[in-house]
Nanobody, 126 residues
Framework: QVQPVESGGGLVQAGGSLKLSCEAS????????VGWYRQTPGNQRELVAG???????DYGDSVKDRFIISRDNTKNTVALQMNNLKPEDTAVYYC????????????????????WGQGTQVTVSS
């Protein structure tokens, strides 16, 4: 079973940057696509970025051109570089392996695996 561990969150001013990291314990992500989700109180988790084993990426409209997802397959890690942060990016961020994520489905067709980590809090002040 893959157990994600997220890190790198914090408090940043609007316009600033943060880089989140995710490691996978257990079997690791293997050849599975991986995505970054975020969640605010009272709302469902939202998939904002995904990356396939071959490097295909897709982003939600709200983060496109500001966030960059990457992965290091040798280290079983996935990163999310977040630039030009806005107060509405404030959320707890989670990573997870994805089902049904590819060039045809994009993030709209992706579904997460069952095991979630603790997440990492990102707070953007105005």
């Amino acid at each position: 079973q893959v157990q994600p561990v997220e890190s790198g969150g914090g408090l940043v001013q609007a316009g600033g940057s943060l880089k989140l990291s995710c490691e996978a314990s257990g079997r690791g992500f293997g050849r599975n696509p991986v995505g970054w989700y975020r969640q605010t109180p009272g709302n469902q988790r939202e998939l904002v970025a995904g990356i396939a084993i071959g490097g295909y990426t897709d982003y939600g409209d709200s983060v496109k051109d500001r966030f960059i997802i990457s992965r290091d397959n040798t280290k079983n890690t996935v990163a999310l570089q977040m630039n030009n942060l806005k107060p509405e990016d404030t959320a707890v961020y989670y990573c997870n392996a994805l089902r049904s994520f590819n060039e045809l489905t994009g993030i709209g067709g992706a579904r997460p695996f069952d095991s979630w980590g603790q997440g990492t809090q990102v707070t953007v002040s105005s």
